[in-house]
């Protein structure tokens, strides 16, 4: 079994866990950051950063051009419409706020739609670029013991199964709300674990002539014959449509691409050229840990608290 001796062992590369390891480096502390998915996020999840997380971005020295050019403009991503269908009629529209020049005042970075599978490989780009940072894709974390001075940790390279030895003064665990660190101390979360659980369906289309004269990020489709939501990851390509279900009755595998090009129809009120890009199902939850790690061991992002994406903070 070979051995890496580095500072910081940090697990999980979301948002949380790359800039965790560009902060560091801003210090000039070196991390090895391991993530068992083959590469960054692929199918949409979160989609809002707040001005807070763009104002350590920039202070970091990440590439605020290539960040700003992933965002949505406010023009297309400005309201919270509430309709019949997406193609029938307007019940009422809201603004997402925070996101108008008067925000200036207060931030040279305000408020985005940056879906986060737009987001990550920025900021894989970016954590290729500093010799600080080691950056593991298709790398898994199995077990961590710690003593006075450091965390001796096992990782797996999953492409030939072989084990390593991490030495590490700290490990950070960012590896997300069914995090393997986490359940390793026995540290429990508190909170209802399922508000509600949907499907998510990622749909390749141009929705634009629909909703041109009612542009907007989210739209709620209030009919009960096809309730759910439409997020617009971009209008013209690339919209999620959410679907309640009931994971005691069905699961996923019940939904085959028929079935869920079906439910976006109906949801929208009429045929349109669609393709089925992806799908997954996920739950609402509001939880926070019992302790955010212990010893040299410390949670962060969602292994230690989940928000309701609803007035939450995703990954933020």
């Avoid at 940090?10 to 000039?28: D, F, K, N, S």
């Avoid at 940056?114 to 593991?136: N, T």
């Avoid at 894709?137 to 072989?162: K, M, N």
Wanted: with cysteine; hydrophobic share 40%; net charge negative.
């Amino acid at each position: 079994m070979s051995r890496i001796d580095v500072p910081f062992l940090i697990v999980g590369a979301g948002p949380v866990g790359m800039i965790e390891a560009v902060l560091l480096a801003t210090r000039g502390r070196a991390s090895l950051v391991l993530e068992r998915r083959a590469g960054p996020q692929t199918a949409p999840a979160a989609h809002v950063v707040n001005a807070r997380t763009f104002e350590i971005c920039r202070q970091a020295g990440l590439d605020m051009q290539a960040i700003e050019a992933a965002c949505k403009n406010p023009e297309d991503a400005g309201h919270v419409r509430f309709v019949t269908r997406l193609a029938g009629e307007e019940i009422g529209h809201l603004p997402f706020e925070r996101q108008g020049e008067e925000c200036l005042r207060y931030t040279p970075t305000p408020l985005r739609n940056l879906s986060q599978h737009r987001f990550e490989p920025i900021l894989a780009d970016a954590l290729g670029k500093l010799p600080e940072v080691d950056l593991r894709y298709g790398w898994q974390w199995e077990s961590s013991v710690q003593d006075e001075e450091g965390v001796t940790s096992v990782v797996r390279d999953l492409a030939t199964d072989e084990t390593h030895e991490v030495r590490s003064r700290y490990v950070i665990a960012a590896d997300g709300a069914g995090s393997r660190v986490r359940r390793s101390l026995g540290i429990e979360m508190q909170g209802p674990p399922r508000i509600q659980s949907f499907l998510m369906i990622h749909v390749g289309a141009d929705l634009r002539e629909l909703v041109k004269e009612r542009l907007g990020v989210l739209h709620f489709v209030m009919d009960p014959e096809a309730s759910g939501a439409f997020i617009a990851h971009d209008i013209d390509r690339e919209w999620v449509y959410m679907h309640e279900f009931d994971p005691d009755q069905e699961s996923e595998e019940d939904y085959d691409d028929d079935r869920c090009r079906e439910l976006v129809t109906r949801a929208i009120g009429q045929d349109v050229p669609m393709t089925i890009l992806h799908k997954g199902s996920w739950h609402m939850s509001s939880q926070v840990a019992e302790g955010m790690g212990e010893g040299r061991i410390f949670l962060a992002g969602d292994a230690a608290h989940r928000f309701p994406p609803t007035g939450g903070l995703g990954l933020n």
